[in-house]
């Protein structure tokens, strides 16, 4: 390397950008180098770093969100192969403007329709996006907050309860699979208030209408109001149907 040159080599390794020193040393040697407009010697210097930087972060995210189907593709959310979406509104969702805005996503559909893999690609590339995400199973989650809260010291709960609630986009998938008493059904009730008033958005899976989650989410008849609560916060925002064709 030219010894005019070796302070932007240092500056760059001070800087910790090891692709763009790897990529400066190769551009110095090339012939081609006294043609490159100022931009496009900026853009070749900086792309390597880049790729690196947003691909590492995409992995990161990915880990962070616990989702375990990681081979889901967005391209596939659309009507053919055995399965018939709302497309107009899955375009909608894909273009995570929901996100934005704050809103909600539910995705409907018979056990086997494809709502699982439908969370997990629009997860995915949440992740891509630089969304924060955590994907989940209703159960699980219910039940790990039941356990907490009935601890002596709820300390470990709350903080649970706001862990899930700070996520940008929290994925649950087979909500309303499992029936919950009216302890359940008022931890769940916390939580989904809490994501509204943060200004967060829930993506869920569900075989059932929510017309019908009186049935399907608690055990007891005076939960009414909190399970009116949950409904009325969670509908709120897009709406994914997805069939089995013939």
Known sequence: MSNTCHDIEEMLDTLRLPKCVEKFDQMLGNPQLGSYSPTQFLRELLKPQYIATVNKRFADNLRKSSLLETDAKVENLRTGNGRTYNDTTVHQVLTYRFADDRMNVGVYGVTGAGKSYFLAAVCIEACRLNYSCKFVDYCDLLDE??????????TKYRKRVKYYAKFQLLFIDDFAISRYDEEGITILYHLIKMRTDLHKSTLFSCQYSPEEWGKYLGKEPDCYGKLDG???????GYTVIIERSN
């Open 230 to 236: 949950i409904r009325r916060r969670l509908s709120t």
């Open 145 to 154: 907050l039941l356990s907490l809260n009935q601890a002596a010291d709820k």
